[in-house]
Structures are given as C-alpha cells and as structure tokens.
C-alpha cells in the first residue's frame, strides 16, 4: 500500500513538474515551445517522463485548464456547507473559484489564448474543460429534475449543459477584457448570468434576465 501511495504521490509531482515548466517557458519566452525534446532537454526532464503524462504539447495545455477545474472544485468542496448549497449556489461558488484562479494565472491564460492566429486553435485547448463543466453543470440539472414529480417539470440535461459552457465561454471572454480592480465587474457577470441562465430554466419571471442585458449593454456603451 505504501509504494502504491508513493508511486502515485511520484507521478503526480512529475506531472505539476511539467505543468510549471511548460508555464514558466511560456511567460518567459513568450511563445510557445517548439518541440518536446528541446523543452525537456531545457527542463532536465526525461522526454520519456514527458510522454508518460502528455502525448503532445496540445495534450498539456488542454491538462492545465482541466487541473484549473479540478482545482476550483477541489477549493469549492472544502467548505462544509458546499453539499447544502442550492444548485445555483454551487455553480456560482464554481465560477467564483475558478475565475480566481485564472485570475492568479492571467499572464499565461491570456498569452495561451491569444497565442494561435486561429481562434478555433486557440479554443482547442478548451475540449477536456468543455466536457467537465458540461458534467458538472449536467450533474446539477439531474440532481434537480430527480426532486421533481411531473415528468413536464423536468428541464432538458443536454440543452442547460451546453448552455452552462456557453456561459462559460462568455464569462472567459468579458474577464479577459476587463479591466476593472480586482476584477470586480466580472465577478457581477457571474452573479447575474448565473442567476440569469437558473431563473430560465425554473421557469420565474425573466427579470434576472433582462437585468443582466440592462447590465450588459451599459457596460458596452460606458
């Protein structure tokens, strides 16, 4: 049991290792490394370490923003009261911890996302994030469909999940033009978009929603 533990403590170490070596190299050079043996070889890491954990450069980064989920869940799990919360509550928890962390993480979120000509490159490193925010959000929807007795009341998993990354999606995009202390306004974005996007879909009146466009396009017009 203890080398088992061992093991699995030495693979995940080697794994943050190169996580931190590629962000490092990132942000200090300002571009995006070549190949995998020039960055290994720079590193003083094995390239046969680098395959046991990546298959290719693309791999990594599409790892980074799947540790940055991991992570604010992690974060968002410790408090005690997180399996009392409401849905909302734990999806607005969610995107405050996690645009925290890509906040303390912004000079290579930004570079990273910009770094490819092609914006659809750019997003490609997005896939694995997509599939887990759309679990999480699908996780929600189901928990709550499952306290409903009429069949008419249950919401449709597929339709709030993908809305849930497009929200996602829209979110990164305003946090990465604002420029407000601390990020203030995108901490409001989160708030209404969220309380927007769970009042459609419990069906309440839509003053959630068009308070969150009244917020939207005084924003865009200051």
Known sequence: MTQKKTTKTSKT???D???NSYMTYVLENERLPLSVYKFCKENNIKETEFYSEFGSFESLQQGIWNQFFDHSMTLAHKDKAYTEFSNKE???????????ILSANRSYVLFVLSAQQSPLKNLSQLRGLRQKIKSFAASLIEEKNDTQQLKILKQPVAVFSEGAWIQTLFIL???MDDSSPSFEKTDVVIEKSVRAIFDVFETTPLESVIDFGKFLWKERMA
């Open 13 to 15: 170490s080697t794994r």
């Open 17 to 19: 290792a190169i996580v």
């Open 90 to 100: 734990k999806m607005l928890t969610f995107f405050y911890t996690f645009f925290e």
């Open 173 to 175: 995009k305003y946090w």
